[in-house]
C-alpha cells in the first residue's frame, strides 16, 4: 500500500535467524505487554475512550485499538494494516526546505515529572507507590534499553492485532525509529514510535498505544505532551501521521489537523505513503510547555470568570419574598412568616432582584392580565405547529422522501459526523414538532433545518451521486412548499 517516494529505514541486524531471542520477540508470550488477549473479532468495532480514538483493532492505517473489554478503550496506532513487503534502502532524497538539523540521538531520557523516582531496571521489583516516567529509547545495543523495546514490542503487538508483528519489530528495533517508553513504576505502559527526519524538521509517528489495564486514564495524551517536549528540543517541528477513520479523534484532541500546512516538499518522500488513509499535521511550538497545558488552561479559565464576574450581577444574591403557608403545612410555616397586607407585592418590579436584573412592566407584562396574555400566547402557538405539521407533510410527499427519512447510520458511515457534525433528518424534525414546549418558533425555523438536510446530503455525496441529485431536487421542492 505505499506510493511515491520515500526513504524506508534500513532495519539493522540485531539478531539471527536462528537465535531463540528473535523468535520469543516475533511471537510474544500470552502476557508480553500487559495487555487483556480476548476472544473478540478482530473486526468488533469499539467506542471512543475519553483519552483516544476505539478503533477497530488495528485497522486501516495508523492507530488503532487492541481488543479490550472496557467499554471505552485507549488509543493503540500503527502505520498501516498492510505494511510494505520489504524496506526500501534506497538513500533519501536531497531535502528542499531545511530546518537547523539538531544531530541523531542515542538513547535520551525524557526529564520525569517532579516527585518521580529514577528509572528502575524493567526485571526490578515493583516500588510500593507507582509513579510515572519516561524515556526515549532506541536500538543502540544496550541491554536496557533493548529490554524496554521488546516490552514496546509486545505491548503494539497486542492493541494492534491485524499489524504484522514481523513489521512492528522491523521497524521498532529499526536504529532510525526512536520510541518513547511510558512507565508506570517498573512496568512499561505504553510507547509511542516514531522516525524523526532532522534535517527536515519533522518526524512521522508510527505506532502509538496504551496498555489494555492502563487505557482511559488520560495516558496518551500525557505520552504525547511528553513527546512533544523532547522533539522540539532537538529541531523538530511537526509531527506526520497516517491515521484510519477510528483514530482522527484521538489525534484531533492531541492538536492534529487534517489540514497539511507545510510546503509538500518539505515532507513528501521522507515519510511512507499508505492508501486508506487520513494525512494529519501537528506544529510544535517551540516556547510551549506541553506537560503546562492544562494548568495554563484552568488559569485563562480562572482569569476570564474573574473578568465577567466584575461586569456581572449573577453572583448577587437577593432575599426572597416570605412564603405565605397554607393550612397545615408546618415546613412552609417555618421557612418564612405570612406577609401582612401592607407588605405585599403588587408591583413585581418591587421583588428584590427583578429591577436590577434589567426587567421592566413591558417585558413582563406590565398592567395587561399576564393569564389573558399567556392563553393569547399558547392559541398563537398551537395555530402555528398545525401550519407547520401541514407544511412538513407537503413536503414528505416529494418521491425522494425515503432517502431523508431515517438518521443517517453513523456505524456503516463512520466519517458522516466528521463531514456534518449537525446531521437532521424527516423523523428527526417530525419528532420536533411534538415537543413541549415546541422547538419550532416559526416557519423560518422549520425551513432552516429542512435545508440543513439538503445540505449535509449534498455536501457527503460527489456532485453525479445519485443521492447529490436527489438532494438538489428535494431542496427546489421545500423552497416550492414554502413559498406557496
Excluded at 424 to 439: F, M, S
Amino acid at each position: 500500500g505505499r506510493r511515491g517516494r520515500f526513504a524506508a529505514a534500513a532495519c539493522a541486524p540485531i539478531l539471527t535467524a536462528a537465535d531463540p531471542a528473535l523468535s520469543a520477540m516475533v511471537d510474544p508470550a500470552p502476557g508480553d505487554g500487559g495487555a487483556k488477549a480476548t476472544g473478540e473479532p478482530p473486526a468488533k468495532r469499539a467506542r471512543t475512550g475519553d483519552d483516544g480514538p476505539s478503533p477497530t483493532p488495528g485497522a486501516g492505517p495508523n492507530p488503532g485499538l487492541g481488543p479490550k473489554p472496557d467499554p471505552d478503550p485507549e488509543a493503540g496506532a500503527g502505520t498501516s494494516a498492510t505494511p510494505p513487503p520489504a524496506p526500501d534502502t534506497s538513500p533519501s532524497p536531497a531535502p528542499t526546505s531545511t530546518v537547523n538539523p539538531s544531530p541523531a540521538p542515542s538513547s535520551r531520557g525524557v526529564s520525569p515529572q517532579p516527585g518521580a523516582s529514577a528509572a528502575p531496571e524493567p526485571g526490578a521489583a515493583a516500588p510500593a507507590e507507582e509513579k510515572l516516567w519516561s524515556k526515549i529509547v532506541t536500538n543502540d545495543g544496550l541491554d536496557e534499553n533493548l529490554i524496554t523495546l521488546v516490552h514496546l514490542k509486545g505491548i503494539f503487538s497486542k492493541q494492534l492485532p491485524k499489524m504484522p508483528r514481523r513489521y512492528i519489530v522491523r521497524l521498532v528495533f529499526d536504529r532510525k525509529h526512536y520510541s518513547i517508553a511510558l512507565f508506570k513504576g517498573n512496568r512499561v505502559v505504553g510507547g509511542i514510535c516514531y522516525r524523526p527526519v532532522f534535517e527536515q524538521g519533522i518526524a512521522e509517528i508510527a505506532f502509538c498505544a496504551i496498555t489494555a489495564t492502563e487505557q482511559v486514564k488520560g495516558l496518551g495524551t500525557r505520552m504525547m505532551n511528553e513527546l512533544k517536549n523532547h522533539v522540539k528540543t532537538e529541531g523538530i517541528r511537526y509531527f506526520l501521521t497516517y491515521a484510519d477513520n477510528y483514530a482522527i479523534g484521538y489525534f484531533k484532541k492531541q492538536g492534529f489537523s487534517k489540514t497539511v500546512s507545510m510546503p509538500r516538499e518539505r515532507w513528501y518522500g521522507y515519510i511512507k505513503d499508505y492508501d486508506g488513509g487520513t494525512l494529519m499535521e501537528c506544529y510544535i511550538h517551540p516556547t510551549i510547555d506541553y506537560m503546562a497545558v492544562v494548568s495554563m488552561v484552568e488559569a485563562q479559565k480562572a482569569f476570564i470568570l474573574e473578568r465577567i464576574q466584575e461586569r456581572s450581577l449573577a453572583h448577587i444574591e437577593y432575599q426572597g419574598l416570605a412564603k405565605k403557608p397554607e393550612d397545615g403545612d408546618e415546613k412552609a410555616a417555618g421557612a418564612g412568616a405570612p406577609l401582612p397586607a401592607s407588605e405585599r407585592v403588587e408591583n413585581p418590579l418591587d421583588i428584590p432582584g427583578v429591577r436590577e436584573a434589567g426587567w421592566t412592566l413591558e417585558t413582563i407584562g406590565g398592567g395587561v392580565d399576564v393569564a389573558a396574555r399567556r392563553r393569547d400566547s399558547e392559541r398563537d402557538r398551537s395555530g402555528l405547529q398545525s401550519t407547520l405539521k401541514d407544511l412538513l407533510q407537503r413536503v414528505k410527499s416529494h418521491d425522494t422522501v425515503d432517502i431523508f427519512a431515517e438518521p443517517v447510520d453513523v456505524v456503516s458511515y463512520p466519517d458522516y459526523l466528521e463531514v456534518n457534525p449537525d446531521p437532521v433528518d424527516l423523523r428527526t424534525i417530525g419528532e420536533r414538532l411534538v415537543e413541549k414546549p415546541p422547538y419550532y418558533r416559526s416557519r423560518e425555523m422549520l425551513l432552516a433545518d429542512l435545508m440543513r438536510m439538503v445540505e449535509n446530503c449534498k455536501r457527503f455525496n460527489p456532485e453525479g451521486h445519485d443521492f447529490h441529485m436527489a438532494a438538489i431536487k428535494m431542496g427546489d421542492h421545500i423552497l416550492n412548499v414554502f413559498n406557496r
